[in-house]
């Protein structure tokens, strides 16, 4: 009976751990960002530097036992500082990895039991099974609310696993942003005049269809309008303008809401946060909306930015290319 010889174990989980490419795909990295790339470019500094304390020392030094001995603890010191630096990085990336993964199985496994009791309770108040009391009832929309605002959460957290993992589908199509916006508008515009706000819609004529992913778009530009009305106290006024600039569509949408504090504007766009003031207004919130505006904005190669002052309001303006 012959013995089959398998393959090294171990070279092989070596060979895998300087495969740079293999290593930023299972990380979800770009290049720049993977240990095993910064791993080599520290061995470069590491021989650039061993290099230039040779040179130095030569000059100061007629001895060239002393500065093989310097060059060689100095190059054992900086590699191992090397080596100690990329492994922190490594046990990060796989953290951050396991967590994405975590929150993608989590959120799946979610989905369907959300959806069962959605439909068991629409299906109690709609009194088909038997009628409800008006006490019975009040109870179950709220349960019925509270149930839509987690799919919402699932559904989002769904979405931010995949952008990280690099994995958010596009169906790019020949569509309207115009027949967008007014669309979107008409489906907010009861939540609007129920919070007492005024929306403005000024349009720019003749504006072109362009190849982009409807629904996305959809997404980016109905998470930044949910913005603008949730945080309008009393009265107020969303304006938004759609026009053409150069090869670009620009969607500005204003508001005289509560604005963003200066301190926060750096981290708006950064996943679970929200502004210092948001919470005293809204105290429901994800803070996953405008990570998954900018992403999904950035992904279609458009770009988003915004102008706010406390107390006076917001200016989010949106651009993509006509292509």
Not at 5 to 13: A, C, E, G, I, R
Not at 164 to 172: Q, R, S, T, V
Not at 258 to 274: A, H, L, M, N, T
């Amino acid at each position: 009976m012959k013995l089959i010889k398998k393959p090294n174990m171990n070279l092989k989980k070596f060979l895998d751990s300087i495969n740079i490419a293999k290593q930023c795909r299972k990380y979800n990295l770009s290049v720049w960002q993977c240990p095993q790339f910064l791993f080599l470019i520290l061995g470069l500094v590491v021989i650039i530097s061993s290099l230039a304390i040779y040179f130095i020392g030569i000059h100061y030094s007629d001895d060239p036992e002393v500065i093989a001995l310097i060059v060689l603890f100095m190059s054992i010191f900086l590699i191992m500082v090397d080596f100690s630096i990329i492994k922190s990085f490594e046990r990060l990336a796989e953290v951050a990895r396991m967590k994405s993964e975590f929150v993608s199985v989590v959120s799946h496994q979610l989905r369907s039991p959300l959806s069962n009791l959605k439909w068991v309770v629409d299906l109690l108040i709609s009194g088909k099974i038997e009628s409800v009391s008006e006490k019975q009832s009040v109870y179950l929309q709220i349960l019925r609310e509270n149930s839509r605002r987690m799919e919402g959460l699932v559904s989002d957290l769904l979405i931010v696993s995949r952008i990280e993992a690099d994995n958010l589908p596009f169906k790019i199509e020949k569509a309207s942003l115009v027949e967008l916006i007014k669309s979107l508008i008409s489906r907010i515009e009861s939540f609007a005049k129920a919070s007492n706000i005024e929306i403005k819609l000024i349009i720019e004529e003749n504006l072109p269809e362009f190849f982009f992913d409807y629904q996305k778009i959809e997404q980016a530009v109905n998470n930044i309008l949910d913005n603008a009305i949730r945080y309008i106290k009393g009265n107020g006024k969303i304006e938004i303008i759609l026009k053409k600039e150069a090869n670009k569509l620009c969607l500005e949408i204003k508001d005289n809401g509560v604005g963003i504090p200066k301190e926060d504007q750096k981290y708006i766009f950064q996943k679970f946060f929200r502004a210092s003031n948001a919470s005293k207004i809204q105290a429901q919130g994800s803070g996953l909306g405008l990570y998954i505006a900018k992403s999904i904005i950035e992904k279609s190669g458009g770009k988003i930015y915004f102008v706010s002052r406390e107390n006076e309001g917001s200016v989010f303006t949106i651009n993509l290319p006509i292509k």
